[in-house]
């Protein structure tokens, strides 16, 4: 039943599109054609959707199923746009016509139907490309982002520091280690000081990392490799009981080790430099959203952590920096009895000079003009803060778009990224 709605609205997608098809041809086979292909796409969508709904996994086949009914759907909104903007003004325009007498204007509506289709089928392309291009070689586009951030209290002897920021790996997607080494070699050849992991190594289950840990303990930086879990890492998606959960959460501990990163499950490092230092902090995921873990505590990881002390976080989860509000369920199996954080990462009582998140991909679907510095997402209207630098209350939060991919296994216009950021100690303009 909770299928209906959605396949009524996807049946008139496709018969718009058939309408516009057409009127370009009357060739049966083709728009037969049209049809089966519709049938089929819509069986193998709605049978890996049921199987995966029971099965609480993430598999490449669902994946693709997926891309497959988003890339035949989705350019079809294109089509609708177009013709049903048509066949408004045709309605405004025959009642025109009625009490006008005048039936000048008949003989040019088939004509006029024949080029809007044309158009319309023109413009749905573009996107079709889109998702096409995302599928194949998107999902492996992998793109440095560097960015330099100012502070006026950094430790001088940290004046020049490079941090690589990698998220959202989500190992279970991938299916071309060739693309994988290569990435992991960019990310080495930043020659970055520390490398920064912000959570989801894997999409539900540890054993999802195994065939990737020869790969990923590829990665060298002279102070170290940091992570921490993100909201898939927990075994949610996978497991039901708590038992089946903390096995899973054990089992990943052991990959974190694998691969060389210091897990921090609510805790904090210190970097020493010159006689100076600062610190790595990084929590356990902490969302805004209920249906998310909240296992992250700020002040267990800053317990040992100076007042006065230069502090970067890794929290997985954007909405954990100013969040206002959140929905608490008490009794909820995400909170598996940890404490509870009561304040968001601005308003903490130590500064957090610098939070480093992931989580949302950028929905990895999006528009980024970055000479125009427009970026633009769906996602955006989930999370108000989805991808680059912001500032808030004196602080700054860097969104990571993440390294792999989920559900869907393509990128389009939003690329896998690796972040390279440079800690600068300076006067910081108003």
Same mark, same amino acid.
Not at 250 to 265: A, C, S, T, V
């Given at each position: 039943m909770r299928f209906i709605i959605p396949f009524l609205l996807v049946f008139i997608l496709e018969l718009y599109t058939f309408f516009a098809l057409r009127t370009l041809t009357k060739n049966k086979m083709i728009l037969i054609g049209f049809w089966v292909l519709f049938a089929i796409i819509c069986t193998v969508f709605f049978y890996q959707i049921t199987f995966a709904g029971k099965e609480s996994r993430f598999s490449l086949n669902t994946g693709y199923a997926i891309a497959l009914f988003l890339t035949f759907v989705v350019p079809k909104l294109f089509v609708f746009a177009f013709l049903f903007l048509e066949d408004i003004l045709r309605v405004f325009q025959t009642?025109?016509?009625?009490?006008?007498?005048?039936?000048?204007?008949?003989?040019?509506?088939?004509?006029?139907?024949?080029?809007?289709?044309?158009?319309?089928?023109?413009?749905?392309?573009?996107?079709?490309?889109?998702?096409v291009y995302g599928v194949f070689?998107?999902?492996?586009?992998?793109?440095?982002?560097?960015?330099?951030?100012?502070?006026?209290?950094?430790? /001088?002897?940290?004046?020049?520091?490079?941090?690589?920021?990698?998220?959202?790996?989500?190992?279970?997607?991938?299916?071309n280690k060739e693309k994988i080494e290569y990435a992991v070699n960019l990310i080495n050849e930043q020659q970055s000081d520390a490398i920064l992991f912000t959570g989801d190594l894997v999409n539900a289950v540890a054993e999802e990392m195994h065939p990737w840990i020869d790969t990923f303990n590829k990665l060298e930086a002279k102070d170290g490799l940091f992570s921490v879990l993100g909201n898939h890492d927990y075994g949610y998606y996978a497991y039901k009981t708590?038992?089946?959960?903390? /096995?899973?959460?054990?089992?990943?501990?052991?990959?974190?080790?694998?691969?060389?990163?210091?897990?921090?499950?609510?805790?904090?490092?210190?970097?020493?430099?010159?006689? /100076?230092?600062?610190?790595?902090?990084?929590?356990?995921?902490?969302?805004?959203?209920?249906?998310?873990?909240?296992?992250?505590?700020?002040?267990?990881?800053?317990?040992?952590?100076?007042?006065?002390?230069?502090?970067?976080?890794?929290?997985?989860?954007?909405?954990?920096?100013?969040?206002?509000?959140v929905e608490v369920n008490k009794t909820d199996r995400y909170l598996l009895d940890k404490v509870l954080d009561e304040t968001n990462i601005i308003?903490?009582?130590?500064?957090?000079?610098?939070?480093?998140?992931?989580?949302?991909?950028?929905?990895?679907?999006?528009?980024?003009?970055?000479?125009?510095?427009?970026?633009?997402?769906?996602?955006?209207?989930?999370?108000?803060?989805?991808?680059?630098?912001?500032?808030?209350?004196?602080?700054?939060?860097?969104?990571?778009?993440?390294?792999?991919?989920?559900?869907?296994?393509?990128?389009?216009?939003?690329?896998?990224?690796?972040?390279?950021?440079?800690?600068?100690?300076?006067?910081?303009?108003?």
């Open positions: 009642l025109f016509n009625y009490f006008q007498h005048d039936s000048s204007l008949k003989e040019a509506i088939p004509s006029r139907r024949k080029f809007i289709s044309q158009i319309a089928l023109g413009v749905a392309a573009i996107p079709f490309a889109g998702f070689k998107g999902k492996y586009n992998f793109k440095v982002i560097k960015q330099q951030i100012v502070f006026d209290d950094l430790p /001088e002897a940290f004046d020049g520091y490079k941090i690589t920021q990698i998220s959202d790996i989500h190992s279970g997607s991938f299916d708590k038992e089946e959960i903390e /096995e899973n959460h054990r089992k990943l501990g052991e990959i974190h080790k694998q691969i060389g990163f210091d897990l921090l499950l609510n805790e904090s490092r210190t970097i020493e430099k010159g006689g /100076e230092k600062i610190n790595i902090l990084g929590v356990e995921n902490w969302g805004a959203s209920r249906h998310f873990p909240k296992r992250g505590s700020l002040k267990e990881a800053t317990k040992n952590v100076e007042d006065n002390g230069f502090n970067i976080l890794l929290s997985h989860d954007p909405s954990h920096f100013d969040f206002k509000e308003d903490f009582e130590k500064k957090i000079h610098l939070t480093l998140s992931g989580h949302t991909h950028g929905m990895q679907f999006g528009i980024e003009i970055p000479f125009l510095n427009f970026k633009w997402s769906p996602v955006k209207y989930r999370y108000p803060k989805w991808a680059g630098l912001y500032k808030e209350a004196g602080q700054y939060l860097y969104i990571n778009r993440g390294f792999g991919f989920l559900a869907f296994p393509g990128r389009v216009g939003i690329w896998p990224e690796i972040t390279v950021i440079e800690l600068k100690r300076g006067t910081i303009s108003a």
